[in-house]
Nanobody, 126 residues
Framework: QVQLVESGGGSVQAGGSLRLSCEVS????????IGWFRQAPGKEREGVAV????????WIGGSVKGRFTISQDNAKNTVSLQMNSLVPEDTAMYYC???????????????????WGQGTQVTVSS
């Protein structure tokens, strides 16, 4: 069973923070690339952050670098995205995804990810 379930989305004022969580099935979680992507209406899906759960190595997208952090909790099979200093441009549907093919190195591109969650909405007001 390959499942990813996002939670933690909501509405926040600019400058605020939110923490998103992705609960991943054990098989998908173990030693795989787990990433966060976002998509605003009329725009392409954009990579936000990804972590290789085998080592904890992470990569952060340039548009959110310095503001967002990705982390993992092996006991809970969960990958989280801490979002600070939010701006209206961060408003989007946020998706959790898994790449079960690559090892040790991850790519923050949607084409490399095999499985996707349903998404959670993040809205940032000015």
């Amino acid at each position: 069973q390959v499942q990813l379930v996002e939670s933690g989305g909501g509405s926040v004022q600019a400058g605020g923070s939110l923490r998103l969580s992705c609960e991943v099935s054990e098989y998908t979680y173990s030693s795989n690339c787990i990433g966060w992507f976002r998509q605003a209406p009329g725009k392409e899906r954009e990579g936000v952050a990804v972590i290789y759960t085998g080592t904890g190595k992470s990569w952060i997208g340039g548009s959110v670098k310095g503001r967002f952090t990705i982390s993992q909790d092996n006991a809970k099979n969960t990958v989280s995205l801490q979002m600070n200093s939010l701006v209206p441009e961060d408003t989007a549907m946020y998706y959790c995804a898994a790449d079960v093919t690559r090892r040790d190195y991850c790519y923050l591109l949607p084409r490399y990810f095999n499985y996707w969650g349903q998404g959670t909405q993040v809205t940032v007001s000015s």
